[in-house]
């Protein structure tokens, strides 16, 4: 058995202190009954103090997606969601397409300049060290590559092309870039098949109903005296489904 949830929510109309000789007035309730039919043209039903009235829900549109048009479709980013006419998402998919691609685009830049300033202090340094040999060990002049020297603070290239900081900087900074790009890749992918799953879910839950247990009930209440209020009247309205 399904279970039954009910929403109420009381408005109270006209406080104060209602009597006639001593006695409270009595009110005939008249209740209310909503329920959702098959149609909009089911008749309302009269009883007594009551009232039973039938609406239908909504027609929905006669046109559903399919879900094999909406995978196809989804291999151009927001155009599966287009088709579903679920227009709202496609912010979120843009979003997260444009996310991901600025992470893909920022870590695979950092990633060349590094890789390229290892590369680079690498080759200068072997390089240098063979000239200084053939010199017997005298300094000579050698022009070092700016993909690494833009990148030390001191002006002393020829004691800073050997010092293992840096080349160990350079390494370690190239692998955490080069990680991190990988990984956003994957993240994207992973964006596009989620985007993907989700139209396909949408066109297959096009014509999903959950609304025929819907009723609604209405009636007037008196709400009791207390000791830090008088009585009042007020309207009683109850959801459930």
């Known amino acids: 058995m399904q279970p039954i949830n009910k929403i109420c929510c009381t408005l109270l109309l006209i406080p104060g202190f209602l009597c006639s000789q001593g006695h409270a007035r009595e009110f005939v309730q008249d209740t209310v009954f909503i329920t959702v039919g098959d149609t909009l043209a089911n008749a309302a039903h009269v009883n007594g103090d009551s009232a039973l009235v039938q609406i239908g829900s ?10 094999t048009k909406a995978v196809l479709f989804s291999f151009i980013p927001g155009l599966g969601q287009i088709y579903n006419r679920k227009y709202w998402k496609l912010p979120i998919v843009y979003g997260g397409y444009m996310g991901f691609l600025y992470a893909v685009t920022w870590n695979n830049k950092n990633y060349q300049d590094y890789w390229g300033a290892y590369r680079s202090i690498v080759y200068d340094s072997e390089e240098y060290k063979r000239l200084v040999k053939e010199a017997g060990g005298a300094e000579v002049d050698y022009q070092f590559n700016k993909g690494w020297t833009d990148f030390v603070t001191t002006s002393d290239y020829k004691t800073a092309v050997n010092n293992s900081t840096y080349h160990n900087l ?68 109850s959801i459930t489904f």
């Open 170 to 237: 350079f390494k370690s900074r190239k692998d955490y870039f080069r990680r991190n790009r990988d990984l956003s890749i994957i993240l994207t992918v992973g964006w596009f098949a989620i985007c993907m799953v989700d139209a396909y879910v949408d066109a297959e839950l096009f014509d999903f109903d959950i609304s025929p247990s819907l009723s609604m009930r209405v009636e007037p209440i008196i709400a009791p005296a207390t000791h830090s209020g008088s009585r009042s009247v007020g309207i009683n309205c």
């Open 58 to 67: 909504l027609e929905k549109s006669s046109v559903k997606s399919n879900s």
